[in-house]
Nanobody, 120 residues
Framework: QVQLVESGGGLVQAGGSLRLSCAASGRTFSSYAMGWFRQAPGKEREFVAAISWSGGSTYYADSVKGRFTISRDNAKNTVYLQMNSLKPEDTAVYYC?????????????WGQGTQVTVSS
């Protein structure tokens, strides 16, 4: 089992920045690729960014590319999402998730989410 707890959400004006953190506990954090997802009201959950277990590879949704940066610190069992140049359409609940090492693209463990609200 992996337990994930997100933090760092809040209210920010358009153009501002936030850094989300996801602290992991349980089984070996460094074994897992990690992802960030978001869900806006009335919309389906969507992929935002992902990072390999080593941190050597990162992936982004087109909508956040160039504005968001995912990173991880395996010594601290934490993954981050730096969000810059925020837009009102980035408003959503943001979730971190751990990918199943045996099934790429399948995320087995999820945090409870943190709200990000961007005002115009």
């Amino acid at each position: 089992q992996v337990q994930l707890v997100e933090s760092g959400g809040g209210l920010v004006q358009a153009g501002g920045s936030l850094r989300l953190s996801c602290a992991a506990s349980g089984r070996t954090f460094s074994s897992y690729a990690m992802g960030w997802f978001r869900q806006a009201p009335g919309k389906e959950r969507e992929f935002v960014a992902a990072i390999s277990w080593s941190g050597g590879s990162t992936y982004y949704a087109d909508s956040v590319k160039g504005r968001f940066t995912i990173s991880r610190d395996n010594a601290k069992n934490t993954v981050y999402l730096q969000m810059n140049s925020l837009k009102p359409e980035d408003t959503a609940v943001y979730y971190c998730a751990a990918e199943n090492p045996a099934a790429m693209g399948e995320y087995d463990y999820w945090g409870q989410g943190t709200q990000v609200t961007v005002s115009s």
